[in-house]
């Protein structure tokens, strides 16, 4: 990869943000300075409108870019309160139904609306709240990135910027997909679905799961399992939950790495435990032709030494890379079925 940094291409360059809505040519930096603004001195050209306020129950456009291009590189921040309560969707190629929905905050890690740092590859949350997704995103005839605001009240300060590279695209293009679902297990099904309902071609690229912890002792006995092309039985199976993001023998501590991670464990006294963990699968993806479901299972231990099936809360962030049209998602829960505990 590095060896293609000093190779020109046949692109251009361009970014969104508060200071350019469009990120067209010449169009940064316009806004005239009002009389309360820290600017007003300074006048045009400086630093007048750097973010921008989310209204109440409202859906806020950040983003509408004509291709074809490569969304290569989105950086946002905002007060913890967004992070559960407001909805960051992505549409490519003028769909209908979005291919990302997602949490603002669990889209980058900082599950249960909570802030710590996550120092991966292709998404890092840094001091003191800086999102950034480094995930590419091609659109062959446009893009559209909104956030929605489902609190009950303005949250301002909300800042973003969102480049993207303009250039002609090749006919194997995938899309960026990202899907967000959360369960509680039970005694007679302990396990929580990932991702199921997927069709076309495509490849599965990443994992994040935020897990509540509502039962004593180890909790990470289950397998992560995946089902390809209308598997019966999954052709991949991973042995149980810290296997799966790369650690070993109940983790022990937290750690955040390129590809795997786990970033959170709290528990302090009065909370239940919450952990959360990340993989992404980018040097080994799980490549699909006609379908995918993934699971995960909770297991615990019972004292004779068999495993317990354990009812905790789960969620968990797909994503993904897949053919266009993709089948809709399932409805996002409403706000207060989505607050931690």
């Known amino acids: 990869m590095l060896e293609e940094f000093y190779k020109l291409a046949d692109a251009e360059t361009f970014s969104v943000s508060a200071e350019n809505p469009t990120g067209g040519r010449n169009r940064g930096a316009l806004e005239i300075p009002g009389p309360e603004n820290p600017a007003r001195r300074l006048g045009r050209g400086w630093k007048v409108r750097p973010c921008i306020s989310l209204r109440v129950k409202q859906e806020t456009l950040?983003?509408?870019?004509?291709g074809p291009g490569v969304i290569t590189y989105i950086w946002m921040t905002?007060?913890?309160k967004a992070y559960r309560s407001c909805i960051l969707r992505m549409y490519w190629d003028d769909e209908n139904v979005p291919s990302?929905?997602?949490p603002l905050g669990d889209f980058f890690v900082n599950c249960f609306g909570l802030r710590f740092e996550v120092n991966s590859l292709p998404i890092s949350v840094n001091p003191s709240g800086g999102f950034n997704s480094y995930w590419p995103m091609p659109f062959k005839k446009r893009a559209?990135?909104?956030?929605?605001?489902?609190s009950e009240n303005d949250i301002p300060y909300f800042f973003y910027q969102i480049s993207f590279v303009?250039?002609?695209l090749g006919n194997d293009v995938t899309y960026f997909h990202s899907q967000?679902?959360?369960s509680m297990t039970t005694r007679d099904n302990p396990q929580h679905v990932i991702l199921d309902g997927v069709e076309g071609r495509g490849k599965y690229i990443g994992t994040v799961i935020a897990w509540e912890q509502l039962s004593n002792g180890w909790w990470g006995e289950g397998e992560v399992k995946f089902f390809i092309d209308g598997e019966e039985n999954p052709s991949i199976c991973y042995t149980g939950i810290e296997d799966y993001f790369g650690g070993a023998w109940g983790f022990g501590k937290t750690y955040s790495t390129p590809f795997l991670g786990y970033p959170l464990w709290l528990k302090q006294e009065g909370q239940i435990p919450k952990h959360?963990?990340?993989r992404w699968h980018i040097f080994d993806p799980i490549f699909f032709r006609k379908t995918l479901r993934v699971t995960v299972q909770t297991l615990g231990w019972w004292p004779d030494g068999t495993f317990q099936p354990l009812t905790d809360d789960i969620t968990s962030v797909a994503y993904w890379y897949q053919i266009e049209p993709h089948t809709t998602f399932p409805a996002l829960l409403e706000l207060e079925k989505r607050w931690p505990r």
């Open 166 to 168: 303009k250039k002609k």
């Open 180 to 182: 967000w679902r959360r």
């Open 276 to 278: 959360v963990m990340y």
């Open 100 to 102: 990302v929905e997602v």
């Open 78 to 80: 905002v007060d913890q």
């Open 62 to 66: 950040l983003a509408d870019i004509e």
């Open 144 to 150: 559209r990135m909104t956030i929605e605001n489902q």
